[in-house]
Structure formats: C-alpha cells, structure tokens
DNA sequence: CCAGCCCCCTGTCGGC
DNA sequence: TGCCGACAGGGGGCTG
C-alpha cells in the first residue's frame, strides 16, 4: 500500500491534528509493533513529550518530539494511522495495535491487518536513516547522482527501483508507472540504459510521484487518508492493476509479469524489451 | 553484485 | 458451499 505518495498524504494529514498535541501515555497489543526501543522505555520516554512537527523520508512517517526525540512509523504493507477521539472505542478497528493517547482527549492509532509494520522512538534520526538513498523530489535527487548510481548495476532497472538505498520511496505501483511513463521496459538491464531513457526515468519517478501525492495516494487495499477517506490515484494508473487492458496510449493489452518477487506491470508496445535481453 | 528463495502476517479471491 | 493455493502496496536475510 504505502508508498511515497500515500505516507506524504498521510503526513499531510496528522500534521493539523497532531502539531501542538501532548502525549500522555502509550497502549499497545503487539510487543513486535515496537521496533526500538523495547516497551518499558519507549512508553516511559515518550509519556509527556509534545509534537512539535510531521514530515517524511522515504516510507517513514517523522513525528519530532521535544527533546531530540523523534517517533518514527513505518507503515509497511497494511499501516494506517489516524487520530480518533478516544471515547469513540476502536472495537470497530480491530486492528489497532499501537496507541498514543492525547492530551486533546484524542488517540493517535496504529492500525496494522498484516502486523508488519513497525514504531520507532529514536534520538538520532540521521542515523536511523542513514541507509536511504536521496528523496525523488528534492534537489539532491539530480540527474547526474542517479545516473551514476546505475553504473555498474546489471541488474533489471524495476529492482533498482525498488531499493530504499538507491531512491527512497519508490515501491511496486509507482516502480511500474514510472517506468511506463519513460517508456523503459521493467527488465531493461540498470546499466544498459542510454543517457537519454536516464534522463526520460529521471523526469518520469517524480512525475508519477507527484501525480500520486496530487490524487491523495492510492486506495486498492487497505490504504486510507487519516481522515477516513479514500485515494484516487488508482483511478489514474496507467499500466499498475491494468493487466489485459488496453494501454491508455496505444491500446495494446497490458502485460503482468514476475520480477524480483514483485507483479509487474507494463506495455509491450511502448516499453518494448530491449534486444540484447 | 545479483537472482532466487524464505520469512514476517492476515485477508481476499479465483479455481476446482 | 468448501477447501486450497496464489497473491497483496514492504523489507530483512540467506544461499549459491
């Protein structure tokens, strides 16, 4: 589910209920939901710390807290995160394995089906992220910087894609829709790439990324706006859930493959595989 | 460095 | 209707 655009809209979305907000205490059901520190500190530390701000890098989803300390969120595939009045039970959510409760009298709820997200309560950010590669719409992601980063891989351009360390943020849907914007076929070789389809991939990651943020991320499965409320950027894929259907550009079927463990998704008209293949 | 496989979990869907 | 395997937005780890 949760990919850059959706943990951006996601962030959008607490920052309002949250900045300003003391936290008075922690519950939670799910001892593996806690990644660091352990239970008794991490309820301990972050009882009485007032938010201060919500951003992201990557995945991750950055609540600053006083003191240095930072709450970090990893939604993984099936997170949510919301804030609730706390008289409202969850019994509805049965899913809710974190909670921090508010001075508002509010909850922000850790919502997880599939148990494979995690929480971090950390000091030291920078180092906790330090294996992220650049984030696809700042200016450090350059041109020349992601260029250079493809030297030498051999590797089919979709894994590449996918790894944090590489760029950070890209996932599975947007892997495909970015490729399918440059015209690049998903197994073209990393390194056998021309400088102009680089600069095309380069151009296309942000610009599917941005299109995702503008339609509030994209809601196929478990993924919500911490309002409740759905996304829409399903609703413009191009190649992304779209196997047997026409391409918007050139009508041919939509093609779904296995790569690197991953569905994949892409035209065999306008992201042709390369000869050398 | 890389492909391939397993695992962590739960739910849904399609085939038989 | 019921069972069973495949698959799902992520990522860590292992092997060869």
Redesign the pocket.
């Known amino acids: 589910?949760?990919?850059l655009p959706?943990v951006e809209t996601v962030a959008r979305g607490l920052r309002a209920p949250l900045v300003g907000k003391r936290i008075k205490a922690m519950w939670h059901d799910?001892e593996?939901a806690l990644h660091s520190p352990g239970a008794a500190e991490f309820a301990a530390r972050i009882s009485g710390q007032k938010i201060r701000a919500v951003n992201r890098r990557?995945?991750?989803i950055l609540i600053a807290l006083d003191a240095g300390d930072t709450l970090l969120i990893?939604?993984?595939?099936?997170g949510r995160l919301y804030v609730a009045p706390a008289a409202e039970e969850h019994e509805a959510d049965?899913?809710v394995h974190v909670r921090f409760d508010l001075d508002s009298g509010e909850q922000l709820r850790f919502s997880d089906?599939?148990?494979?997200g995690r929480v971090y309560l950390s000091n030291d950010v920078a180092a906790l992220l330090a294996?992220l590669g650049p984030e696809p719409l700042s200016a450090d992601f350059t041109l020349a910087r992601f260029q250079s980063g493809m030297r030498?891989?051999?590797?089919?351009i979709k894994?590449?894609l996918?790894?944090?360390?590489f760029v950070?943020?890209?996932?599975?849907?947007?892997?495909d829709e970015a490729l399918f914007r440059a015209g690049i076929n998903p197994a073209a070789?990393?390194?056998g790439l021309s400088e102009e389809d680089c600069a095309l991939l380069h151009r296309a990651i942000q610009d599917a990324l941005r299109a995702g943020i503008a339609h509030e991320?994209?809601?196929?499965?478990?993924?919500r706006k911490p309002d409740g409320k759905r996304?829409n950027?399903?609703n413009y894929f191009y190649v992304?859930?779209r196997e047997g259907l026409p391409c918007r550009h050139c009508g041919s079927a939509i093609n779904?493959i296995?790569?690197?463990?991953?569905?994949t998704h892409f035209c065999p008209q306008c992201q042709p595989a390369q000869a050398a293949d």
């Open positions: 589910m949760p990919e959706e799910w593996r990557g995945k991750y990893h939604l993984k595939m099936s049965r899913w089906l599939r148990k494979f294996h030498g891989r051999s590797r089919a894994s590449l996918l790894q944090q360390e950070a943020g890209i996932g599975n849907i947007y892997a070789r990393a390194n991320g994209a809601s196929i499965g478990w993924y996304g950027s399903q992304y859930g779904k296995r790569l690197a463990q991953r569905g």
